[in-house]
Structures are given as structure tokens and as C-alpha cells.
């Protein structure tokens, strides 16, 4: 396959420019890291599919002539990879049910078993994991058939005892509780993904859930990257300490567990030797440098030195110039980061008037930021991003709707009109936080903010200054106190946006910080998610999404999602959709995560000649 006909394969319209909001600054993040960004960004070993469309601004270009990363290489089994594999380490929790940031979900991606999980996820198609087989008569009634012999990491805690049906049971009727094990209230995640669900348990090995109402979505809820089965008793133990790391509150039952996770710490995962997929995984671990993320330049250092097997800077010509400097030794891959950018604003405070909503979703310049902070390696994103593609808002039709259109000029007139009508001028300062772990890997974040939305409107009211996710977003996005920011929001982690749509948006959803109440939208996100023919399902979501984007998504303003150019040192094997050739970039596989199929394709090649004694030489201790 042409690997550039491929990332063009859809036609593009409405290319700008390379353009700076700051007069005469370099490009924004020159020199900084951005590989796999989790929590706030993506998994390098999971990698998403990047493609181009209208409403892209700029194409990944084909790569720089490089050496193939010895692609009909026979799959190697030992030796430790060292990668950024987390991106950021800005845990919230221990705990995958309560866990408000990604992080926990793509860790535990690795070292918990899911009920089921992706065979593809690009298409959401479905394989067992600790269900070994299951049936479902309708979209109401799930019987599950687990499979025999998963044992529990052994800890002195879980003494290494099988998986049983009474840990699906336990792992279900907790979320939908709410409650920790002394019959506190507690906030979980994905509560309303549980609610109203009976439970039936006839023998260890067999599972029988009954949900109030059909559900078409459920079944790829659980193969999410957040869907992993945690330990009770481990569980349970930390609740009280669930904000402090410790890797014996998450014993494991998948490919690794989990030997070190500590503040401050690296992360270590090691191959677990009870896993059930026996040969699996490859490597026989894998450790996430602590910290390295944060610090860009020595980022880029540890991949020099091979301390680390792939690198990304989000100055991309950055990348570029590594690789073809050492394009016999590595290799470029172009990969579609899965957490999706937002500008998120309080509707309960400044932006009460849904006009001035209206007008800051096509006042910010979804295009522009793609330029400063990405090279142009981006597209556009509406409400379901374009990489769940089956239910997308089609490219040729994003780009008519306001906040999307390829005519700024248009774009500018609606929004300064908006502005005005809704009395933003009266509204005094106002303030879009820049949230600090985008920032700093993007630092100009801050000017670039309050310029690009003081031009649009023809005011000088805005300003960027600093938040946290820990400390000024999550604790009060419930109590409707957080503040207006624009960064990563969670990443996509399935093919189907039903359920994610129905927790952000339906009235009663249990992530609808904007407080909608639209009947009209409540009723096709009902339909949508009974729905179990597919076809259908997708005319509801594309039904509700005019209404989200007449509504400029309710302050909830997806802007785009961006694609990365990495470097990989060619030792290094992970899965790819197209191997790299000369002149050709490799090209990242997966839109959504799946952990378990890296176990199969992630190896060290010790026979390429970047591969060196320092490489052998890696230890888990």
C-alpha cells in the first residue's frame, strides 16, 4: 500500500497556512515531548489510526527515506522495553472504578483481564478474555461463560486464588452501588454504566446479567480500555488510601503485573507467569520512566542514548530532523492520538448565555491550534470524534457547521455578533486555563489562548492562566465550580460514542457536568443505546449529534484530534497498520486501546543493528 495515498485517502479541503497566534514566536512547544499522552493523552503501544480529511489542516506527509524496521522479522521472546508508554503520571486514584483521569485505565489496561475485549478495535469486533464464551438473546440479557483457571496474581492478599463468577458480581454491583465496602458514598466513574443490572451467579464459571432495559452498547463498555476486573480484597483494602500509589492495591490477572508503582517511582510492569494466554506477552517487561514526560529535553536525550525505544516532540519537524539523521537506525510512524482536545466551558458561571457558547466555539480556532501546537498533523473533531469513524459526522459534512467551517471570516462575523448579543463584552475578564500537564508540553499555551480569542472577537478581555485537573478540574466539575479551560479531554476508548454520549450528555447522565436537559435529545440517546442493529443505532447518534452541534455540544467544545509523528528506534517492534519502507512512514493500528494485542506484537529485535549490549543488558530491578 502507498503509504501517503493512505493518510490521503479522503480528499482535503480548507488547508491554511502555517500561521502564529504570537507575532515572530517560534513554533508553540518547539522542543518539548509528546509520546503517548494518557490521562491527557494516548498509548504509544496501542496506537490509534490517523487519517486525513476535509477539515484537516495540514497532511503527514510521507516520511523521510528510512531504513524498514526488519518487518518479516521472526518475534523475539525476553528482554525489557523502556518507553513513555503512560505519558503523564498525574494519577488520581488506585482504584479503576473510581478513577476520574485515564492514567489508572491504560495501566491497568495491561495487568487486569477484561470480561471481553477487542479482536479489532478498529471495529469493534469482540473476543473473549475472561469470558471464554457468551450469549445474549437480546440486548437485555448477557450470560457470560468464564473461562477456568485464572488465578489471581498471588499476593498475600489474594494468595493467589482463582477467578471466580463472585468477582464479576462483586466488580458490577459496587459501581452500581456507589458505595465503598463500610457503606460510604463514593463517586465511580462509570456508575451509570451498572445501574438497575442483576446480577446471577448459578456456579463459579457462569455469569447471568439482566439489564433494566436493553443496552446495544454494553457489550463494548466492557472491552474499554477502563473495563478491567479488579481484585477485591486488594480493592477494598485501599479504599480509605485509594489516592496513594502502591502496586499491591492492583494485583493482576493479565499479561503483567505490576512490580513497582510509586510516587516518584518508574513503573514497572513484569510478565505475569500465570497468565492464561500462555506465551503472552513477548517482552519480559516493560518500565515507564517516571517524570520523563515532563521533562522534554531530557526526554529527547534518554531516546538518543537508547535509554528509552521511541520519542515525539510536538514540534514534528523536530521528529523529522532525528529520524533522518538517523534514518538508518529508526523510523518514522504517523499515529491518531485518541484523547480528543476540548474547550470546556462553565455554562453555570460567565457562560450562562448559550450566544456567547455559540460564539466561542466558532471563535476558537480549531485549525490554527492544530498548525501551532501540531505541524498541521491533525483534523477537525465534532462531538464524536473522527476516529470512531462509524459514527462520525462525515468529514464533507463537518466542515458546514459553525465552529468548523473552513471560512474564518464567516466564522469571525457569526461569533463577534453572538458575543455582542449575549453581553460577552460586559462579562469583564475572562480567563480559559491552559491545564498544567498540556502545558507543559505546550508552554505558549497561555499567550497563544487569550490572543487567538481577543482577535476573534475584536475584544481585549481574554486571558490563559494555569489549572490542575487534580486540583481545580475534577473535584469540581459535580458541584459545577470548574473553571474554562481548553486540554485533553478522555481518551476514545471504543468504536461505539453511545455511551459516552448518554453519561455526558443525557439528563440523567452521570458525567453531564453541563447539566442538559433536552427531551428531544434524552429520547435518541435512549433509542440509540437499545438499538442492537447497528445501522440504526448510527442514525439516532448522527440525529443526536445536530443537536449537539446546533447547540455548540452545551459548552463541552470538541475541537480536533491530532496526529503524532514518532521515531522508533528500529530494535524496537510494536504493532503498526503498515510497516515503514523507504520513504514511507509506518502507520499506527489502533483507534482505540488494546493493550492485550501489544502483548503479541511488542519484541526486541537483538539481531537489527541498533540493537546493542546496553539494550540485552536491561533489567525489571
Not at 494518557?38 to 498509548?43: I, L, S, T
Not at 492495591?249 to 510516587?263: D, E, V
Request: aromatic share 10%.
Amino acid at each position: 500500500m502507498d503509504q501517503r495515498n493512505y493518510w490521503l485517502r479522503k480528499a482535503q479541503t480548507g488547508r491554511v497556512t502555517r500561521r502564529r497566534f504570537v507575532g515572530g514566536a517560534a513554533a508553540a512547544g518547539v522542543g518539548a515531548a509528546s509520546l503517548g499522552i494518557v490521562g491527557c493523552g494516548d498509548d504509544d503501544d496501542s496506537p490509534a489510526q490517523a487519517t486525513t480529511a476535509p477539515g484537516q489542516t495540514g497532511s503527514p506527509a510521507a516520511g523521510s527515506p528510512t531504513a524498514a524496521a526488519s518487518p518479516g522479522a521472526a518475534v523475539v521472546n525476553g528482554g525489557v522495553a523502556r518507553s513513555v508508554f503512560l505519558g503523564g503520571t498525574q494519577f488520581d486514584s488506585v482504584d479503576v472504578h473510581r478513577g476520574q483521569r485515564d492514567e489508572i485505565g491504560w495501566l491497568t489496561g495491561s495487568v487486569l483481564s477484561k470480561i471481553v475485549r477487542f479482536s479489532n478495535p478498529d471495529s469493534g469486533d469482540l473476543e473473549g478474555d475472561l469470558a471464554e464464551k457468551w450469549e445474549t438473546p437480546d440486548a437485555t440479557v448477557y450470560t457470560f461463560n468464564l473461562r477456568k483457571g485464572v488465578k489471581w496474581q498471588n499476593t498475600p492478599l489474594t494468595k493467589g486464588r482463582e477467578f471466580t463468577s463472585a468477582d464479576i458480581k462483586w466488580h458490577i454491583e459496587r459501581q452500581a452501588a456507589g458505595l465503598l465496602a463500610d457503606g460510604t458514598a463514593a463517586t465511580f466513574r462509570f456508575k451509570s454504566d451498572f445501574a438497575g443490572i442483576k446480577v446471577e451467579t448459578p456456579d463459579d464459571y457462569t455469569v447471568k446479567l439482566t439489564l433494566p432495559t436493553p443496552n446495544g452498547s454494553f457489550l463494548g463498555r466492557q472491552a474499554a480500555f477502563f473495563a478491567g476486573v479488579p481484585n477485591r480484597e486488594a480493592t477494598e483494602k485501599y479504599e480509605g488510601s485509594h489516592n496513594t500509589l502502591t502496586e499491591e492495591a492492583i494485583p493482576g490477572t493479565s499479561g503483567y503485573t505490576l512490580k513497582q508503582f510509586r510516587t516518584g517511582k518508574d513503573i514497572i510492569l513484569q510478565k505475569n507467569p500465570d497468565y492464561w494466554d500462555k506465551g503472552y506477552p513477548n517482552l519480559d517487561g516493560a518500565i515507564n520512566p517516571w517524570g520523563l514526560f515532563e521533562d522534554p529535553n531530557a526526554y529527547r536525550l534518554a531516546f538518543e542514548q537508547k535509554l528509552v525505544d521511541a520519542w515525539s516532540s510536538p514540534d514534528a519537524s523536530l521528529t523529522k530532523k532525528v529520524i533522518e539523521d538517523n534514518k538508518t537506525n529508526m523510523f518514522e510512524t504517523l499515529t491518531g492520538i485518541s484523547n480528543t482536545v476540548l474547550m470546556h466551558l462553565n455554562v453555570h458561571k460567565q457562560f450562562k448565555d448559550p450566544r456567547l457558547v455559540k460564539a466561542m466555539n466558532m471563535a476558537v480556532d480549531r485549525r490554527a491550534m492544530i498548525q501551532a501546537f501540531h505541524q498541521g498533523l491533525g483534523q477537525v473533531s465534532g462531538v464524536v470524534p473522527w476516529l470512531q469513524e462509524g459514527f462520525a459526522i462525515k468529514p464533507d459534512d463537518l466542515i458546514k457547521l459553525p465552529g468548523y467551517r473552513t471560512d474564518r471570516a464567516q466564522e469571525i462575523k457569526e461569533a463577534r455578533e453572538l458575543w455582542a448579543a449575549g453581553g460577552g463584552p460586559a462579562l469583564g475578564d475572562v480567563d480559559i486555563k491552559g491545564v498544567e500537564t498540556w502545558t507543559s508540553v505546550w508552554p505558549d499555551t497561555y499567550q497563544l489562548i487569550g490572543k487567538m480569542f481577543n482577535d476573534a472577537l475584536g475584544v481585549n478581555q481574554f486571558k490563559s492562566t494555569k489549572a490542575t485537573y487534580n486540583d481545580d478540574i475534577i473535584p469540581n466539575l459535580a458541584k459545577g465550580e470548574y473553571p474554562n479551560w481548553i486540554a485533553w479531554t478522555n481518551a476514545v476508548n471504543s468504536p461505539d460514542p453511545r455511551q459516552a454520549l448518554y453519561v455526558t450528555f443525557h439528563s440523567k447522565g452521570s458525567q453531564n457536568w453541563s447539566k442538559v436537559n433536552n427531551p428531544e435529545l434524552d429520547k435518541l440517546l435512549d433509542q440509540s443505546l437499545v438499538a442492537a442493529d447497528l445501522t440504526k443505532a448510527r442514525s439516532l447518534v448522527l440525529d443526536a449529534q445536530k443537536i449537539l452541534m446546533d447547540n455548540a455540544q452545551y459548552g463541552a467544545c470538541v475541537l480536533y484530534n491530532y496526529i503524532s509523528r514518532s521515531a522508533r528506534w528500529n530494535f524496537a517492534h510494536s504493532p503498526l497498520k503498515t510497516q515503514p519502507q523507504a520513504g514511507k512512514a509506518a502507520a499506527g493500528y489502533w483507534n482505540t486501546a488494546g493493550a492485550h494485542l501489544a502483548f503479541r506484537q511488542s519484541y526486541l529485535d537483538p539481531k537489527d543493528p541498533s540493537y546493542t549490549d546496553a539494550i540485552k543488558s536491561r533489567t525489571l530491578a
